[in-house]
């Protein structure tokens, strides 16, 4: 049975040497971490409850493909902040300003999804489009905090206990 490659430009994503190296450096990175990690699971969760947000907003606005691009990149900065302290939000969208064109998303497309990199770490960050909000709830529900090995020294204070997506 053959596959259908519905979200060609998310799927370049996957296979763009800035995305590759800085997944790696994450994972290398995180490798002894016990809180949450960013690796591939966590931006496939929150491209997977953001589609269902979106789902579920009875207007279904957004196109699958971008959803997934802001997810996959929403954290592809988090390497640099563990290098120097720069936010990742902000080392995100830089890498992924380079990122997208060559994936071939557009202009607008691109300005929609650094919105929303920029904007999913804070909900008081002036007023978001409802693409930010997808991302940004989206970021915070893929936690399983029940599970979590570091949960008693973890000092998240929106913890996740109970099954919500």
């Known amino acids: 049975m053959g596959t259908v490659d ?10 763009n040497p800035i995305f590759v190296r800085e997944l790696e450096r994450i994972n290398d990175l995180e490798k002894d971490r016990i809180f949450c990690g960013h690796g591939m699971e966590h931006l496939l ?9 979106n789902l579920e907003s009875k207007d279904s606005l957004f196109p699958k493909e971008l959803i997934y691009a802001a997810a996959l990149l929403h954290d592809i900065g988090r390497a640099r902040q563990y290098d120097d302290g720069t936010p990742h939000e902000i080392e995100s969208a830089r890498l ?5 064109p060559k994936c071939g998303f557009s202009e607008n497309e691109s300005k929609l999804i ?3 990199i920029l904007s999913h770490r804070t909900a008081s960050r002036g007023e978001k489009s409802r693409f930010s909000e997808y991302l940004y709830r989206s970021d915070k529900l893929s936690r399983r905090c029940r599970d979590c090995a570091g949960f008693e020294q973890c000092d998240w204070k929106l913890k996740n206990m109970q099954l919500v997506y």
């Not at 992924?96 to 997208?100: D, M, R, V």
Request: glycine fraction near 0%; proline fraction near 4%; hydrophobic fraction near 55%.
């Open 6 to 15: 519905n979200m060609p430009r998310a799927n370049a994503i996957l296979s």
């Open 96 to 100: 992924s300003e380079s990122i997208l």
């Open 114 to 116: 650094l919105d929303a």
């Open 45 to 53: 969760d929150v491209a997977r409850i953001a589609h269902i947000l």
